[in-house]
């Protein structure tokens, strides 16, 4: 029977933030969004004191400062490095990981004999090479593994790691009976409400449903979590209705190459390709990375992997603005001689296109690009995919976001360096 686990970091980029400066170890700390506009991250000691996912700063400034919190601005080259870190260590310790987000993956875990002990073993792991605590589910279905996740992380008791297959029965209905349905992987805000209407109330509530007549009612997104819920494996990423809070495009090369050109023409594709899945969720994004590497199973070839962050000048769903950044990122990270394996890119800080929040001066799409890039996707749908594409440009100018109170790149940036005095 196939077994997946989810590992997700706990508080991920307040850790971050707390690994490289250990006088923040037990200090409340939020880290806020581009522009220092809202609060994205909360330590567990700021959850205590109150303070809300989401909240714009200039409300909590004085709060903050009343309560000792440190606030600090994101620092994305940070996170994406430590994300990539993270994975490189499930990747040791499984050989199946699918990224979901920048700090969550799944595992699949067939062929371990123990899959808790291996949970145990991916904390204590993470623990020790980078410092992140993380939590981890483990269950037959992606839906269960989340589900199990979300238990490891509310009950100290089981030491940070869950499975379903260790409870037994009536204690694991118990739980599923205590949590409300919203807190089941794609079960959104106004789905919970119409589910809460129709009697259909607890995590227990939902397994329990007729899987044919959830289909009628609601679709078949929620049909196959009724059957993941029952331990079924079924359900995919892109059945999940809720929008993505990163975008990955990336593959690997037929083989190695060290011609720049090509590295350049395959990321141009997945640029356009993560832009075109933006616009399909009606979604902007605020900065772009770019990842390459060579092969690491290849020990007879000199090592590479790098990843470099670009923000953006204002969140947006454009093709041609988002190309720009990636060949700018590219230029930055590539170097000759290396045999590249593999490149890719992700788009992250994503908000909603039709809610987005942005300051009296902050630029904004021109609506005829938006039109462009509609007409782009429209014909690409009907003639397939790659029709029509977009050369790459190269970038005129530097991108500079407010950061005020931005922490060091310890990791990627060599003037920043962690320095330790004897």
């Not at 930055?332 to 992250?348: N, T």
């Not at 050369?391 to 790149?409: D, G, I, K, V």
């Amino acid at each position: 029977m196939t077994i997946y686990a989810l590992v997700d970091a706990n508080n991920f980029y307040a850790t971050c933030e707390k690994v490289f400066d250990p006088s923040l170890a037990d200090v409340p700390l939020v880290v806020l969004s581009n522009n220092d506009g809202c609060i994205v991250a909360r330590s567990a000691e700021a959850k205590e004191l109150g303070i809300p996912m989401g909240a714009p700063m200039h409300q909590w400034k004085g709060f903050c400062a009343n309560h000792g919190v440190v606030i600090k601005s994101s620092n994305y080259a940070l996170y994406g490095d430590m994300s990539s870190r993270m994975l490189a260590i499930l990747q040791k310790l499984c050989p199946d990981v699918e990224s979901y987000s920048i700090d969550e993956s799944f595992l699949k875990l067939d062929g371990f004999s123990d899959a808790t002990v291996l949970g145990y073993e991916i904390r204590q792991t993470l623990q020790q090479h980078i410092k992140v605590t993380c939590g981890v589910g483990i269950g037959p279905s992606k839906t269960l593994a989340k589900f199990a996740n979300h238990i490891a992380k509310k009950h100290p008791e089981y030491g940070g790691v869950f499975s379903v297959s260790d409870a037994p029965k009536i204690e694991f209905e118990q739980l599923m009976a205590y949590y409300p349905v919203n807190e089941i992987w794609g079960v959104g805000r106004q789905l919970s409400k119409r589910l809460t209407a129709d009697g259909i109330e607890t995590v227990l509530d939902l397994s329990r449903c007729d899987a044919k007549a959830i289909h009628a009612r609601y679709g078949v997104v929620l049909a196959k979590t009724v059957r993941e819920l029952r331990g079924e494996a079924c359900i995919s990423f892109d059945d999940i209705a809720a929008p993505k809070q990163q975008i990955i495009a990336s593959r690997s090369f037929a083989g190695v190459t060290t011609d720049y050109q090509t590295v350049k023409a395959a990321l141009s594709h997945h640029i356009s390709r993560a832009a075109e899945k933006l616009r399909l969720q009606e979604s902007v994004c605020a900065h772009v990375y770019v990842m390459i590497r060579t092969n690491p199973f290849r020990e007879q070839d000199p090592q590479y992997r790098k990843t470099i962050l670009m923000p953006l000048p204002h969140p947006t769903a454009d093709t041609a603005v988002l190309m720009k950044a990636a060949m700018a990122a590219l230029r930055k990270g590539f170097i000759p001689g290396f045999r590249y394996h593999k490149c890719g890119v992700m788009l992250g800080e994503i908000h909603p296109m039709n809610a987005l929040q942005t300051d009296l001066f902050a630029s904004v799409d021109d609506p005829k690009r938006l039109r462009l890039m509609g007409l782009l996707d429209s014909i690409n749908k009907r003639q397939g995919s790659g029709t029509l594409h977009m050369a790459s440009t190269q970038l005129s100018a530097a991108w500079h976001m407010r950061a005020e109170n931005r922490s060091p790149r310890y990791t990627t940036c060599w003037e920043e360096l962690p320095v330790a005095y004897a």
